[in-house]
């Protein structure tokens, strides 16, 4: 089978460095992970053998890292706990912070993200419920080795994947995709490096979950 024709989830489990280079591209691997690569850059009218080559070449950090799918559930939550949930708990109320700043202090420049610090919130309220259900009822029933009866929480957490997929493309749409003006101070530079840090941890946390974790589990 042509690299080509193989899903943006099972190409970032066997390169995992694909990740960083489909996020360049703006190609959601996460959320979007069931659609071929094929499929995903013609709906983006992208070059899908150009892109292909880069992954298995590669580049733009698409060497090898650990092979998530060898390993366990608990070794997955171990580090899906350590990797995403703490540093998403520091880092939004920092972003949220930063935002407050940026707004207030450049309201009348016409690129201002007016409405972004509002959205962090909303954004941090979201992923503060979500992360609370997988430690406290998901994961816990992963580890005590339930298998498919884990089926219908996994189904509400994916749900809310979709959910936290709209709200990475509403932060996008807030600050033009990351693109700040040539007279943007270094705080609006740092709000939109990180929120653009942000967007890709989230993705790969996703990823994790929706094609590694949740197939494995549900496979016992």
Not at 67 to 90: A, V
């Amino acid at each position: 089978m042509s690299s080509i024709k193989k899903t943006l989830g099972d190409l970032v489990k066997t390169y995992p460095g694909a990740g960083k280079i489909f996020h360049d591209h703006g190609l959601d691997f996460c959320c979007g992970g069931s659609r071929t690569l094929e499929q995903a850059c013609a709906e983006s009218h992208l070059n899908a053998e150009k892109i292909i080559s880069e992954v298995e070449g590669g580049v733009n950090g698409g060497k090898q890292t650990i092979q998530w799918d060898s390993q366990t559930p608990e070794q997955l939550i171990t580090h899906i706990l350590k990797q995403y949930h703490e540093p998403l708990r520091q880092e939004l109320p920092r972003l949220i912070e930063l935002a407050k700043k940026v707004e207030a202090v450049h309201a009348d420049k016409v690129h201002c993200p007016k409405g972004l610090s509002a959205h962090l919130e909303e954004i941090q309220t979201a992923v503060h419920s979500h992360l609370a259900k997988e430690e406290q009822i998901l994961f816990p029933m992963i580890l005590s080795g339930v298998g498919v009866g884990a089926q219908m929480p996994i189904r509400v957490m994916m749900m809310e994947h979709e959910d936290h997929g709209k709200n990475l493309k509403i932060t996008r749409e807030l600050t033009q995709d990351f693109a700040v003006p040539s007279d943007g101070c270094e705080s609006w530079r740092e709000l939109y490096r990180s929120l653009e840090k942000l967007e890709f941890d989230l993705m790969e946390h996703i990823h994790l979950e929706n094609n590694i974790l949740f197939p494995k589990v549900l496979s016992e």
